[in-house]
């Protein structure tokens, strides 16, 4: 779906595919419509909790992966 996999491009077009609008979003996840415009244009930082709110209502999941977990998943069967 998105060609630049940055977290604002991601949230913009999954929200833009749910034709929802900034303020129907910050609704559905219970924060400030602020807080949708500063994640789509970049912000740096942002509570965990309130992106975790946010990406829920996308349907978006966050996988956390690294080589250590592969290794050790490899290792054990």
Do not use: W
Request: glycine share 6%; proline share 1%.
């Amino acid at each position: 779906m998105a060609t630049n996999n940055t977290l604002q491009k991601v949230i913009s077009e999954h929200r833009k595919a749910a034709r929802l609008s900034r303020q129907e979003l910050a609704l559905m996840a219970g924060v400030g419509k602020t807080v949708i415009y500063e994640i789509e244009h970049g912000k740096i930082s942002i509570r965990f909790d309130t992106l975790n709110r946010i990406l829920d209502c996308l349907n978006i999941q966050i996988i956390f992966d690294s080589p250590l977990k592969r290794q050790v998943r490899l290792e054990s069967g």
